[in-house]
Nanobody
């Protein structure tokens, strides 16, 4: 299984970026997908998650209204559209996959089965 995250970079505060995560080696449509991030010197934290068929999404309070998670099951890809970026959004962003079950806890990192390598987002103020 591979989760390949891309789209990170350097952007000014107030700008936008779109992250992508391409999945291979798994049946993408039976996995919920999540984005997490880890800022320098901090623990990794939940950002957003989307259900296996799309539609249902969850967001951290810190990004609600600014970030949008989406997925394309035909392309085996999950996206994170990030608008109105702030300096505090600077972090390495990771995508992760958890197989569908009856008990989905989107914010719990421990539940996720597979992780990507991360992509760095730097927001300059």
């Amino acid at each position: 299984v591979q989760l390949q995250a891309s789209g990170g970079g350097l952007v000014q505060a107030g700008g936008s970026l779109r992250l992508s995560c391409a999945a291979s080696g798994l049946t993408f449509s039976v996995y919920h997908m999540g984005w997490f991030r880890q800022a320098p010197g901090k623990e990794r934290e939940f950002v957003a998650a989307i259900a296996f068929i799309g539609g249902t999404a969850h967001y951290a309070d810190s990004v609600k209204g600014r970030f949008t998670i989406s997925r394309d099951n035909m392309k085996n890809t999950v996206y994170l559209q990030m608008n109105s970026l702030k300096a505090e959004d600077t972090a390495v962003y990771y995508c992760a996959a958890v197989r569908v079950s009856t008990d989905w806890r989107p914010r719990w990192q421990e539940d996720y089965d597979y992780w990507g390598q991360g992509t760095l987002v730097t927001v300059s103020s």
